[in-house]
C-alpha cells in the first residue's frame, strides 16, 4: 500500500451500494483510504454508509459514516460539517450520486426528468457549495465528480435525463475548475464507460434476453473488449485527488477502454 493521499481527509458522498458488492463509490473510498486518507463515507441509506466504512476500519484505516441525502441542503451542510468538526479540515470531495430513469423525451415525465436533474446535477451543486468556503480558506482543495461517457455520446440505451445531467455535470466541473484555478482548488470529472457495477444488473439487465447476452454485448461494444471495474474508477479517482494531479483541472477523463474515440458500431 503507498500513501498517495497520506493527510488528506476526504469526503465521498454515494459512497455506498448494495450489500456486498462493489460499487463505484465504495471502491472509490475504500481507494482513497488505502491510500492514506482518512474518509467520510456519506450515503442516504445509513447501512449502505457504514457497510463501506466498516470495510475501511476493518483494514485497520481510518473511516466514519454518515448519512444525507443529496438533494437536501441542510443534509449535505452536516454531512461537510461534522467533515470538519472531527478532522479540522476537508481536502477531497468526490461526488459518486445519480440515477438513470429510463425513457426518451416522450416517455419521461417532468417529475422524472426533474428529480434526475435534482440527484445528478443538484447533488454537484450542493456538495461543492458546502465544500468550497473551506476549500478557499485553506488555498487547496479537489474535487472529483463522476460523470459518464453518456455526457458526451450515445452509448445505446434511451435514457435522456441521464444524459441531459451527466453532460450538465461535466460543464458544471469546468466551470468550477475555471473560476477557482487560481485559488488553489482542482475541479476534474471522471466518465466511465462500460463498467460493471451492481446498478446494470438491476437497470439494464431487462434490455436483453439474458444477464449473458448483455454481458457480452456491453464487452463487445468496447475496443478493448472487455468491461471495466469500479476499482477502475476508483483508481483514476486517486490519481486526480492526489498531488500527483496538481497541474491538472479542468479536465472530463474517459474511462472507457477506448469507448470514446470510436464510432457507434464501428468496434
Known sequence: MTERLKDKVAIVFGAGGPPNEWSNGKATAVAFARQGAVVVCV???????EE??????DEGLQAIAVVADVTRTAEVERA???AIERYSRLDILHNNVGIAPPGGPMELDDAAFQRTMDINVGSVHRTVRAALPHFLKQRSGTIVNVS????????GYSYFAYYASKAAVNQATVAIALQY?????RANAIMPGVIDTPMVYRQISAQYSSVEEMVAARKAAVPMKTTGSPWDIANAAVFLASDEARFITGVCLPVDGGHSCVLPGLV
Do not use: P
Open 80 to 82: 461537510i460539517e461534522t
Open 148 to 155: 459518464s461517457l453518456a455526457a458526451i455520446r450515445w452509448t
Open 43 to 49: 450515503d442516504r441509506i445509513a447501512a449502505a454508509a
Open 52 to 57: 463501506a466504512a466498516q470495510i475501511i476500519c
Open 181 to 185: 484555478a487560481d485559488q488553489g482548488v
